[in-house]
């Protein structure tokens, strides 16, 4: 058990409605990621917050958002969603933004499918 | 740019058999390299790191050594257990402000009795 978690651990939807993903991350880290996998594009960097604030953007869809809280927990908000969207998504967390040392720990993943 | 590339699976091996991963990176500075493993149904667990040139990672009997010559961190394990069949992920990260972590494609190991 790494620490993180995320909810839901599963999610079934339709083309074009709207989901929220929830990541807390491990206690003491300030540093979230979220992570998509599928398989096709395979494992890909979405965003990264630190203490709030957004760090680094990755290849995250406009129709996609996050924010972390100011109790360090996060949310990703899918919307508009599309077959193509179906995929296993993993929060990570860290215990500062960077350096050497700094490792991430991933959580279980939630896996969302679009019909 | 900054990319991982690994060995192709699936790499099939009997148990107690060696094992060898191979994974090479291509990177702007000075990276950080991981191998995570994804057991079936679950999420991605840190198996082992280095953190620079030369430096070894171990745990539970694999290891990995960063050699920065052949821009390469070589995932092997001298005798491999069912229990081990999963998918490897080799990753960097490049330090100094840009924080995520850049994976391989991922190798399927499976092990049979």
């Known amino acids: 058990d790494s620490g993180v978690t995320q909810t839901p651990k599963h999610l079934i939807t339709a083309t074009g409605q709207r989901v929220t993903l929830r990541c807390s991350p491990r206690?003491?880290?300030?540093?979230v990621y979220w992570y998509q996998q599928s398989l096709d594009q395979g494992l890909q960097f979405l965003i990264h917050?630190?203490?709030?604030?957004?760090?680094a953007k990755g290849n995250i869809l406009e129709r996609f958002s996050a924010q972390q809280f100011p109790d360090l927990h996060s949310e990703l908000n899918l919307s508009s969603l599309e077959l193509g969207d179906s995929a296993l998504y993993f929060c990570?967390?860290?215990?500062?933004?960077?350096?050497?040392?700094?490792?991430?720990?991933f959580g279980p993943g939630t896996r969302l499918t679009v019909l | 740019g900054n990319s991982v590339t690994q060995m192709e699976g699936p790499v099939t091996l009997s148990e107690e058999a060696f094992l060898t991963i191979n994974c090479t990176y291509t990177a702007t500075g000075y990276p950080s390299l991981f191998w995570y493993v994804q057991y079936p149904g679950e999420g991605l667990q840190l198996l082992l790191k280095?953190?620079?040139?030369?430096d070894k990672g171990s745990n539970k009997g694999f290891e990995a050594t960063y050699r920065k010559e052949t821009t390469s961190f070589h995932l092997e394990k001298g005798s491999v257990q069912v229990s081990d069949s999963a998918v490897y992920f080799c990753?960097?990260?490049?330090?100094?402000?840009?924080?995520?972590?850049?994976f391989g494609a991922g190798t399927r190991l499976a092990v049979h009795p």
């Open positions: 280095a953190t620079k040139a030369d």
């Open positions: 990570a967390s860290s215990a500062v933004a960077g350096g050497g040392t700094d490792t991430q720990y």
């Open positions: 990753a960097l990260r490049i330090s100094g402000g840009y924080n995520k972590l850049i």
């Open positions: 917050y630190y203490n709030g604030e957004e760090r």
């Open positions: 206690s003491g880290d300030l540093s």
